[in-house]
């Protein structure tokens, strides 16, 4: 039996992965590492209490004797770091937290890690393995027509978010360049799907029209992303887990570039045509654009396809719909969301 830690583990990436991972395979245990910030959520694992092979460890990364003690109750050989402060616009107005948890609570994990993973020089425990989970940010912006990210590309972060996460990676590649410890960074594209928080754009649509209110979309709406269903991530981040080379990075993403306002359009069609005719494009607002906002995102993912066969499978129409579908059906999990605090960030945020 592995024993892995899942760091962030009830965030929105984090939550899918533990499903996927349990699911996926019968011989792992997790041990879910969650400070339960306001973007971590317990709901989002519901079901996964009862089983013997899923524990939860309300512990910060940044806790150094914490993290010692549970890498020690449960001989954990793994850690998936996924738990960061994921926001960019909270990271433009106070990048505090982003320095402390994705770059301190980083190298504390590593740290411990190192020291109890050692068996000998340059050597560590059979199997262990510390995969950093990044994102394609910290590469910066691309013009419309330049060549995708490959794992090459200089890393140039613009916002503070993605300078958190490049120097996250710089360290991680540090242990590995200095005193070979076993990792593996990932840096995937923007993710959809379900279990994500609604200050996210494709969810704080879904919220707003569902509320008949309306969508503010930064600047003229042209920036663009390179959309991934959350499931294909966790499948990459899996297959980097069994096989992914020791020192490597691996690039991640679905070959699925769409404009902002190409997002918001689809799914306003979609709820206009199958739900409620009176949800239509009169709700787009187009309002001052991010600080910095970067143009482009896209990922070239041909190393991991090469070396781990991994491909996405779901494709951008299905994916979409069964999104849009998850949070019709969910609007209880976002109620309970936007209720809280949320409300009052939005309303700062969206100075309304
Ligand atoms: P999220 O904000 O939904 O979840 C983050 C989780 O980390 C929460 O459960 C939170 O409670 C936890 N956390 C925060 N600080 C912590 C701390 N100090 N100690 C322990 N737990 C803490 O984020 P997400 O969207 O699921 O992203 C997960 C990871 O994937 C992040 O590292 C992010 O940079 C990366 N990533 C995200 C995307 C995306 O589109 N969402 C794309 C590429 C990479
Ligand atoms: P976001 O989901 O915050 O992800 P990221 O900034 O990490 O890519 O935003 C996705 C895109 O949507 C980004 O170009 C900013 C834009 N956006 C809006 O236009 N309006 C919004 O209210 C939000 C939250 C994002």
């Known amino acids: ?27 792992v245990r997790i041990i879910n590492v969650d400070k339960l910030t306001y973007a971590g959520n317990l709901e989002n694992l519901k079901g996964l209490e009862e089983n013997p092979r899923y524990v939860f460890e309300k512990v910060d990364i940044c806790d150094k004797e914490e993290i010692k003690r549970v890498m020690k109750v449960y001989d954990v050989d793994t850690i998936i770091n996924f738990a960061a402060e994921s926001h960019v616009d909270r990271s433009i107005e106070d990048p505090t937290e982003f320095i402390n948890t994705n770059i301190k609570g980083a190298q504390t994990l590593l740290d411990v890690a190192k020291k109890m993973w050692i068996i000998g020089e340059d050597k560590y425990k059979e199997g262990a393995k510390y995969i950093q989970v990044s994102t394609d940010e910290v590469y910066g912006s691309l013009e ?21 996460k490049a120097s996250a990676d710089m360290l991680v590649k540090a242990y590995y360049d200095t005193y070979k410890f076993p990792v593996c960074i990932t840096r995937c594209s923007n993710n959809y799907g379900p279990y994500q928080f609604p200050e996210k754009f494709i969810p704080l649509i879904m919220n707003n029209c569902l509320k008949h209110k309306s969508i503010p979309v930064y600047g003229d709406g042209s920036n663009i992303r390179d959309w991934l269903y959350v499931e294909d991530h966790c499948e990459a981040i899996y297959k980097v887990l069994l096989n992914g080379k020791l020192g490597e990075v691996y690039n ?12 918001v ?34 990922i070239n993912p041909e190393q991991i396809t090469k070396e781990l066969d991994w491909t996405p499978k779901t494709q951008f129409e299905d994916g979409i719909v069964k999104t849009i579908k998850w949070y019709l059906e969910n609007q209880e999990w976002l ?15 969206y100075k309304m």
């Open 1 to 27: 039996m592995k024993n892995i830690i899942v760091t962030g583990g009830a965030g929105f990436i984090g939550s899918n992965f533990v499903r996927y991972i349990l699911k996926e395979n019968q011989n």
């Open 144 to 164: 419309k027509d330049e060549e995708c990210f490959t794992e090459k590309t200089p890393l140039n972060p613009h916002s503070p978010y993605s300078a958190s």
């Open 252 to 263: 991640i993403g679905g070959h699925n570039e769409r404009t902002n306002i190409q997002i």
């Open 265 to 298: 359009k689809k799914i306003i069609n979609y709820l206009h045509d199958n739900m409620d005719n009176t949800i239509n494009e009169d709700l787009i607002t187009y309002v001052k654009d991010r600080k910095g906002h970067d143009k482009r995102y896209g």
């Open 335 to 349: 109620e309970n969301i936007v209720n809280g605090e949320y409300e009052k960030y939005y309303n700062k945020m």
